[in-house]
């Protein structure tokens, strides 16, 4: 095996208990797991997605470049002439030469008129709202792999999988599953699938109608994601049917794009809202658990049992200028990535069915590396635009050092070259809401970013409270953030998802105020002062 591919590996001995069977009854067993891990992709780093976002950069700054020289030259000019000759000299001018006085002036309003009229208009996030299910939907680790097994669906061996899965999960005993898998019967049906969708879709967006007052009238772009369950009628079709929406409503309904479509979303929602003024959009995220439950004995398939629950977001975001003393955040910056060109990622996660003809969702053994590959390409457009100019320098000079004094290839050059500088993307925000996926994801996120267990604890205690909440999870991650009161004025949050496809987005948001601990209305209301808990 080459050196490149054992570097990706890990093991652990994980302890099995004692054999309740066969010839080793009655002692204890042993297995050697072995991982894939993430990639180090801060050690290989691609010149040209580096470029990209140096090429945002200067799109968004051409006129922070400008500005201050054009201010330094009249600056220099003016600053050589006393107040009284300053006077005398415009004075002078004016009533020589009026119609050029004239001219000039008319030409710097129609300047700034439409620097303002074509600049892009800002985007509010007003508020948000996460669903939280009711008690009676809640379950334990164990209790999941009891009603596993109380539904006849699968062999012991299956249920063992999934406990083994679950016990290092990162997942707690508070996340919550629909009625439908609890039963014998067949999840996966139209009608189970349109009742889990209500339940959440209305609960969020009737919290958030309460909590923005915003009339459901007065909404003009509707964006709705779920990626496996999309009925006919559509899921946003339902939404604008049970409130009785206006009939101009821009809507779209997201599917089968996986746990990033949240923030696909939210940019779809941007470029509605740059194309209408003065509108609001709503961005809806969720998945149908249920629905997507798989029944057959592939452990491929088996995993997204184990780490998906209930959930559903709802964003309110606006484009009105009135909003701006109101909002909590306003968008900053977004950057896809989408590597479905390369056909190991495009199968990394993928649907299918199994040889008995059951239909889930199958994880592939590629799919860490695959994911470091698409979270590196990401968070490298990323940098230039959010990173400070010190730690942009560095890296880049670092970069440009390999790229051209680092290429030969013997062994010894190899083995000598220094390493990359690693930029600190602590010094570019202050809070970070990763996708809560599963415990080794984040786990290997943390060690290549170098984070610490603050910058991560978001994202750990959602897993630990909520599950997988697929595309929603940045939400609740934000929800605990504002629940602890961390969020001030200023600050930059940074969300991060990833999904089938594969797929890797950011979106940074910038706090207008301090956000204070909610009274109502939070999903983490309940629960916030026993967080954070420990974690093995």
Same mark, same amino acid.
């Given at each position: 095996m080459a050196r490149s591919e054992q570097d990706l590996l890990s093991t652990e001995?994980?302890?099995?208990?004692?054999?309740?069977?066969?010839p080793n009854a009655g002692s204890l067993t042993f297995s050697v797991r072995v991982r894939r891990r993430l990639p180090d992709f801060l050690q290989s780093v691609n010149l040209k997605y580096v470029k990209l976002g140096y090429h945002y950069l200067i799109n968004h700054g051409i006129y922070l470049a400008t500005i201050p020289v054009l201010v330094l030259v009249f600056s220099a000019e003016v600053g050589s002439l006393s107040r009284e000759e300053l006077w005398k000299k415009l004075w002078e001018d004016a009533c020589h030469d009026l119609a050029s006085v004239l001219s000039f002036f008319a030409v710097f309003v129609f300047t700034v008129s439409v620097y303002f009229m074509s600049r892009p208009r800002s985007i509010y996030l007003i508020d948000f709202?996460?669903?939280?299910?009711?008690?009676?939907?809640?379950?334990?680790?164990?209790?999941?792999?009891?009603?596993?097994?109380?539904?006849?669906?699968?062999?012991?061996?299956?249920?063992?999988?999934?406990? /083994?899965?679950?016990?290092?999960? *990162?997942?707690?005993?508070?996340?919550?599953?629909p009625k439908s898998i609890m039963s014998n019967e067949n999840s996966a049906t139209m009608k189970e699938g349109r009742l889990e969708a209500s339940t959440v879709m209305f609960g969020a967006l009737d919290e958030l109608f309460e909590k923005t007052r915003v009339r459901p009238k007065d909404v003009g772009v509707l964006v709705v994601n779920c990626s496996i369950f999309n009925p006919t009628?559509?899921?946003?079709?339902?939404?604008?049917?049970?409130?009785?929406?206006?009939?101009?409503?821009?809507?779209?309904?997201?599917? &089968?794009?996986?746990?990033?479509? *949240?923030?696909?979303?939210?940019?779809?929602?941007?470029?509605?809202?740059?194309?209408?003024?003065n509108n609001y959009a709503v961005v809806v995220s969720t998945e149908m658990? &249920?629905?997507?439950?798989?029944? &057959?004995?592939?452990?491929?398939?088996?995993?997204?049992?184990?780490?998906?629950?209930?959930?559903?977001?709802?964003?309110?975001?606006?484009?009105?200028?009135?909003?701006? /003393?109101?909002?909590?955040?306003?968008?900053?910056?977004?950057?896809?990535?989408?590597?479905?060109?390369?056909?190991?990622?495009? /199968?990394?996660?993928?649907?299918?069915?199994?040889?008995?003809?059951?239909? *889930?969702?199958?994880?592939?053994?590629?799919?860490?590396?695959?994911?470091?590959?698409?979270?590196?390409?990401?968070?490298?457009?990323? &940098?230039?635009?959010?990173?400070?100019?010190?730690?942009?320098?560095?890296?880049?000079?670092?970069?440009?050092?390999?790229?051209?004094?680092?290429?030969?290839?013997?062994?010894?050059?190899l083995s000598s070259s220094p390493k990359p500088y690693i930029p600190d993307y602590k010094l570019a925000f202050e809070h970070f809401c990763v996708h809560a996926a599963s415990k080794t994801v984040l786990d290997e996120l943390q060690k290549n970013l170098e984070f610490g267990d603050k910058n991560m604890e978001a994202s750990r205690m959602t897993l630990h409270r909520f599950g997988n909440t697929s595309s929603s999870s940045i939400w609740y991650e934000l929800a605990y953030l504002e629940a602890k009161e961390r969020v001030k004025r200023g600050d930059r949050i940074w969300q991060i998802a990833f999904g089938s496809g594969f797929k890797c987005n950011s979106v940074v948001w910038r706090s207008m105020r301090r956000v204070r601990k909610p009274s109502r209305n939070n999903p983490w209301l309940d629960c916030i002062d026993r967080y954070p808990v420990a974690l093995n």
């Open positions: 001995i994980v302890n099995r208990g004692i054999e309740s069977s066969g709202a996460c669903y939280r299910p009711n008690d009676d939907l809640k379950v334990t680790k164990d209790q999941f792999i009891e009603l596993a097994r109380a539904s006849g669906k699968f062999d012991e061996g299956s249920l063992e999988f999934k406990k /083994r899965i679950l016990k290092s999960s *990162g997942i707690g005993d508070e996340t919550y599953v009628p559509s899921l946003s079709a339902m939404i604008i049917n049970h409130y009785k929406m206006r009939g101009n409503i821009l809507s779209y309904n997201l599917g &089968g794009m996986g746990c990033s479509a *949240g923030i696909i979303a939210v940019d779809l929602a941007r470029d509605m809202l740059q194309a209408n003024r658990v &249920g629905y997507n439950w798989y029944p &057959g004995k592939d452990r491929s398939m088996l995993v997204p049992n184990c780490f998906f629950r209930m959930g559903c977001s709802a964003v309110l975001l606006s484009n009105r200028r009135r909003d701006y /003393r109101r909002a909590k955040y306003r968008l900053e910056h977004l950057v896809r990535t989408h590597k479905g060109a390369d056909d190991r990622s495009f /199968r990394s996660i993928y649907q299918e069915e199994d040889e008995q003809g059951f239909k *889930g969702i199958k994880v592939s053994k590629d799919l860490m590396e695959v994911g470091g590959d698409a979270l590196k390409t990401n968070i490298t457009t990323l &940098g230039p635009l959010v990173l400070p100019f010190s730690e942009q320098l560095l890296f880049f000079a670092t970069l440009i050092w390999r790229h051209f004094f680092g290429e030969n290839k013997s062994k010894a050059s």
